[in-house]
Nanobody, 127 residues
Framework: QVQLVESGGGLVQAGGSLRLSCAAS????????MGWFRQAPGKEREFVAT????????YYADSVKGRFTISRDNAKNTVYLQMNSLKPEDTAVYYC????????????????????WGQGTQVTVSS
């Protein structure tokens, strides 16, 4: 079993910044790619960013490129999502995800995968 706990969400004005964290436990953390997804009210969950097991490769949705940065600290068993220049359309519940089997980070955003999800953290961007 894998446990994922997100934190760092909140209310921020347009143009502001937030850093989300995802603390992972339950298996060898550094052996797997990780990702961030989000879901806005009335919409399906969508891909935001993924990162390889080593942190050497990252992938982003077109809507967040240049504004968001995904990173990981395997010594702390934590994945981060730095969000800058936030827009009202970024408002959503953000979820951390880990595949249950070895999956390339590049494919997590374009293919359905079986894995684990956190409870989510709310991000609200005003104005």
């Amino acid at each position: 079993q894998v446990q994922l706990v997100e934190s760092g969400g909140g209310l921020v004005q347009a143009g502001g910044s937030l850093r989300l964290s995802c603390a992972a436990s339950g298996r060898t953390f550094s052996s797997y790619a990780m990702g961030w997804f989000r879901q806005a009210p009335g919409k399906e969950r969508e891909f935001v960013a993924t990162i390889s097991w080593s942190g050497g490769s990252t992938y982003y949705a077109d809507s967040v490129k240049g504004r968001f940065t995904i990173s990981r600290d395997n010594a702390k068993n934590t994945v981060y999502l730095q969000m800058n220049s936030l827009k009202p359309e970024d408002t959503a519940v953000y979820y951390c995800a880990a595949p249950s089997s070895q999956t390339p980070a590049q494919t997590m955003g374009i293919k359905t995968f079986r894995g684990y999800w956190g409870q989510g953290t709310q991000v609200t961007v005003s104005s």
